[in-house]
């Protein structure tokens, strides 16, 4: 596994990194590679769901679609 050190980091940073790791019940290490891990996950999930959401607007591209402000607003009006 590779390592990385990451320098200059505001002291309230570190402070708030801190209690969520004892919040999380992890070390600050521990804290900081799951949040990483976790956002170049949530990075890759966005990118196949806008992969998969061009491919289902090509195929529908002859149905008429309804926009999504106007469906809102009516539920909001109910």
């Keep these: 596994m590779a390592s990385v050190v990451v320098r200059n980091i ?3 940073v570190v402070a708030s990194l801190k ?3 004892k919040a999380n019940h992890r070390s600050l290490e521990g804290e900081i590679r799951n949040m990483l891990t976790e956002h170049v996950r949530r990075s890759t999930n966005i990118e196949a769901f806008r992969t998969f959401a061009a491919t289902i607007s090509t195929q529908t591209m002859s149905t008429k679609q309804t926009d999504s402000v ?3 607003r009516q ?3 109910r």
């Design 70 to 72: 106007d469906l809102i």
């Design 75 to 77: 539920d909001r009006d």
């Design 10 to 12: 505001d002291d309230d």
């Design 19 to 21: 209690d969520q790791a």
